[in-house]
């Protein structure tokens, strides 16, 4: 059974910030009290790479691409005069919209002003906005938010029915950096129909934040929408939350963006710093190299105790496990990294996964988010001198020690409260913490050849389906089985995918299905 840290001890390994009100405390993550000499290389190298990121040098190779997300919060850094002229103006812009928006001075087709947004994006596009919605809203807020994140009809269908009457009042944002992104533009579709049945004229409500000159500005361009926000190359999607991606629904929504956008710069300050006992990103960085053996051994379980932290879980697992889940390192060598990031918020998750946290394998080690601070008003007593908040924060210390006492590693970030500020810290000390990390480990954290297979495959999947659809229509009245309808179309190592195909068409009455001896020899027939 481990001890408890002594107070020495944890003193000597809680960094604190007082910049920003928080600390991170790595003294239950049984790490050396001294970096090892093998990392204290390794992180020169890394503080040198991350120098020359920032500078301007091409880091994504795929793309033949910078990566500039910290230039969102500190324009001066951008390597040309044109890159902060551009993040300038569009923040200017976007404030200048959001206020038109606010003021009724930009109004919708067929009411006074503008309740609801509802935003349609995937991945970075949707996390990101997700997150500072929950995280920063409030009932006070000047508009009511929706989001759609997937094309799931029947999702879809459940946010509209949400929304009811109130469409006529909505702005609906439609995020994407490719401006193909096919989820989004399914849901837009989809919107469009519904605007369109409720006789609303779609480009009066539109509103795009995508590349410059995508086929998505093309579109808004064309159809003369309410605006278009530039994402640029240089951004990528899951870094993308401090671009317009994220600031524009966060100004919509009310909330400081100089406040968020200042949290992020000052830990950007903080993690440039060489001393890494210092330098918070290095920290965090270090304590996954260590917890991980540098090979992504242990997952992170990410629990805040701060129902608004809700979506940093799912925000951070994009993050992480986009920028280091690689099949070969820099040198070409396949080593199948990755870092598995899961987890929900506690108190929850300790009575979901608290079990086997404790008592099964020990694989894994948790980040704990504590924010002091409970509410805005004064709290009542649940007990004699002790309130909701005293338990919330009682269930995270007491959790903590019950791992520890299994030898269970973890860390404490500790925000003194969770405002625009403290939120943008938390989102530049991931950002930079993984930069740095798969500099260590000699990864390229900017680049996901992953997502783009997955994305292909998904695409022949999709016009296999056509065509399995001609094929049935072209002989009216027969009936085929799979493997039947398979051969005829030169696609005979691809019967399963036409058994599933068919059972979806199926089910949604877009093919006849006839039984036969089983579910496997069933039988299939265009419409009439």
Known sequence: MSKTPSWNYF???????????????????NAPDKLPDSLQEKFSIAFEQMQELEKGAIANPDENQMVGHYWLRNPALAPTEKIQNQ????????????????QKKIKPQKSAQFRNVLSLGMGGSALGPQLIHSALGSQGNPMR?????????????????????????????????????????????????????????????????S????????????????GCFPMWDWVGGRTSI???????PATLLGVNISSLLNGAKIMDELTRRVKITENPAAVLAWMLHHAGGGRGQKAMVMLPYKDRLIYLSPYLQQLVMESVGKEKDLKGKTVNHGLTVYGSKGSTDQHSIGQQLRD??????????????????HSIEVEPEVTSGDFLQGFLLGTRDALFQKGRASLTITLEELNSQTLGALIALFERAVGLYANLIGLNAYHQPGVEAGKLAAGDVIKLSVKIQNYLKSNPGQKF????????????????????????????????KFPGKDQFSSFFQACI
């Open 360 to 377: 099964g394998p020990d694989d894994f080690f948790v980040a704990f988010i504590e924010v002091l601070k409970d509410r805005e008003h």
């Open 145 to 209: 938010f929706y989001f759609i994140d997937n094309t799931d009809p029947d999702g879809m269908d459940r946010v509209i029915a949400s929304i009811g009457k109130g469409l006529a009042e909505t702005l609906i944002l439609i995020i994407s950096k490719s401006g193909g992104t096919l989820e989004t533009r399914n849901a837009m579709i989809e919107v469009r129909e519904c605007c369109s049945s409720a006789g609303l004229d779609f480009a009066r409500h539109a509103v795009a934040v």
């Open 87 to 102: 993040i300038n103006s569009t923040l200017d812009n976007i404030q200048q919209f959001a206020a038109d928006i606010h």
């Open 211 to 226: 590349g410059e000159n995508s086929q998505l500005a093309q579109l808004a361009s064309r159809e003369n929408w309410l």
């Open 11 to 29: 003193q000597q390994h809680c960094l604190q910030m007082p910049e920003l009100g928080m600390s991170i405390d790595t003294s239950r993550m």
């Open 242 to 248: 401090l671009s317009a991606v994220g600031l524009l």
């Open 481 to 512: 089985d799979a493997v039947t309808i398979s051969d005829a179309l030169e696609e005979s190592g691809k019967a399963e995918t036409v058994y599933k195909l068919l059972q979806h068409l199926a089910a949604n009455r877009r093919v006849l």
